[in-house]
């Protein structure tokens, strides 16, 4: 994708996301009070074994892409991460984030406001690892790009962990009874301008946002083209994106998220 174009949609979408952010944080006031114990944690039991089992996150330097409010992040900082950095192109979430991590009480956590696509060169190869939590994929115009960017931030040998929304999913229609209503393999960016408050479901009139489908094989090319080893992937039955969470109870139930690991083979 030309650079105009990957800036434009992701300049919108990210109006779209400072407007969505009051919003959320009305309905997470209670996130100010459960921050400030020594034992919070946002992370699912999956992608908790993964960091601290399987690849050990005490003491090593993290940095979370896209990372919200940041209670992903400041979860990993209470369970031992070294220096973590929480970026997001969003300035109102941004806000949030050094407003929960000051109630948390945290040292050596910082929170910055980059859009992905356009990350300063201070950050090449600067980190063990980074993490990638549930509902970014899709707001990624240039799958290929967003990967090399970040592989970009790790040092050779660091690891990528993604938790995300399995890509079956954009086949579905949300619905009392999600069914299916469109191709695995559908293209065109999605246009919606009801808003982002996927907490309520409640709708809004919102600034426009365009959503990308990448289907599983997307999402492994793109690690492997910029030399990310895949060392563990697993399907999750469980609704972890609340997006379709009725299929979680159907007879034939799709996969609804996956978690993953890649370690950085070279040192670009
Ligand atoms: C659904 S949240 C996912 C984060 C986290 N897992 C959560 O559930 O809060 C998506 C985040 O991606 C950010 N985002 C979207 N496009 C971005 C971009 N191009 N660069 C940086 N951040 C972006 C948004 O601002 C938003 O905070």
């Given at each position: 994708m030309d650079k105009d174009s990957l800036l434009r949609y992701t300049r919108q979408n990210l109006a779209s996301w400072d407007e969505a952010a009051p919003l959320h944080a009305r309905i997470n006031r209670h996130l100010l009070q459960e921050v400030q114990n020594a034992h919070y944690s946002n992370l699912d039991t999956h992608l908790t074994r993964l960091l601290l089992e399987t690849i050990d996150i005490k003491g090593k330097s993290c940095i979370q892409i896209c990372c919200n409010n940041g209670i992903d992040l400041?979860?990993?900082?209470?369970?031992?991460?070294?220096?973590?950095?929480?970026?997001?192109?969003?300035?109102?979430?941004?806000?949030?984030?050094?407003?929960l991590s000051a109630a948390a009480n945290l040292k050596a956590i910082e929170?910055?406001?980059?859009?992905?696509y356009e990350l300063p060169e201070?950050?090449?190869?600067?980190?063990?690892?980074?993490?990638?939590?549930v509902g970014v994929l899709n707001?990624?115009?240039?799958?290929?790009?967003f990967m090399k960017n970040c592989a970009s931030v790790l040092k050779k040998g660091g690891q990528l962990v993604?938790?995300?929304?399995?890509?079956?999913?954009?086949?579905?229609?949300e619905d009392e009874t999600s069914y299916i209503g469109a191709s695995y393999f559908d293209k065109k960016p999605f246009e919606d301008e009801n808003g982002l408050d996927y907490f309520n479901h409640v709708k809004y009139k919102a600034k426009k946002n365009y959503w990308f489908h990448h289907t599983m094989s997307d999402i492994l090319m793109a690690a492997i083209n910029v030399g990310l080893h895949l060392?563990?992937?697993e399907e999750l039955p469980e609704n972890i994106g609340n997006y379709c969470a009725d299929l979680e109870h159907t007879e034939h139930n799709p996969p609804l998220g996956f978690v993953a690991n890649w370690s950085k083979l070279g040192s670009l």
């Open positions: 400041i979860s990993l900082k209470k369970k031992g991460a070294g220096y973590c950095l929480g970026i997001d192109g969003s300035q109102q979430f941004i806000d949030k984030a050094q407003t929170f910055q406001c980059h859009n992905i201070t950050f090449l190869c600067q980190f063990d690892i980074a993490l990638i939590t707001w990624m115009p240039d799958l290929p790009h993604v938790e995300e929304i399995h890509p079956i999913l954009s086949m579905y229609v060392t563990y992937i």
